[in-house]
């Protein structure tokens, strides 16, 4: 079991509570990205450079993918694909997905999409801020108790 990083645009403080909460648990965490990630000198902690290309890195992570793994990542898409596989999702702003929200997310997501296609531009979602980071930190607390790395 592992956690895996959609690390192109995760967000630096949450790679930051990444890190110290695999410090704190030995849990195995890698990063997959199509730049290069730079992660801190401690053995269960990689990064994953693959080329560029759309999708690329959501490709990799699903493919490597086991049962029972948390990916973390705000890519709608890519939550369906790793709740299908029996892993789990969680944003970076906190929220864990399920596979009871996560058909309805993915159409508003589409809709947006459409409405941004024919030039409806909304606001946009606001910056990550001080709730969120520690919603974050909350959720990956509670699969981590629920999850504990194996012994090595």
Do not use: Y
Request: charged letters at 20%.
């Amino acid at each position: 079991m592992q956690i895996w990083v959609d690390a192109d645009a995760c967000p630096v403080t949450v790679k930051q509570i990444l890190f110290k909460a695999a410090k704190r648990t030995g849990m195995a965490i890698t990063l997959v990205a199509n730049q290069p990630v730079s992660v801190p000198r401690v053995a269960h902690i990689t990064a994953i450079q693959v080329s560029p290309g759309f999708d690329v890195a959501d490709n990799e992570i699903v493919r490597r993918l086991a049962a029972g793994d948390l990916v973390i990542t705000a890519d709608i898409p890519l939550a369906a694909e790793v709740i299908e596989k029996g892993g789990a999702a969680l944003s970076p702003r906190g929220e864990m997905f399920s596979a009871d929200d996560i058909a309805a997310k993915k159409t508003m997501r589409d809709f947006m999409d459409t409405l941004r296609a024919s030039g409806i531009h909304g606001p946009g979602q606001a910056a990550l801020g001080d709730k969120d980071r520690q919603a974050f930190a909350n959720a990956l607390d509670r699969w981590l108790a629920k999850n504990p790395p194996a012994p090595v």
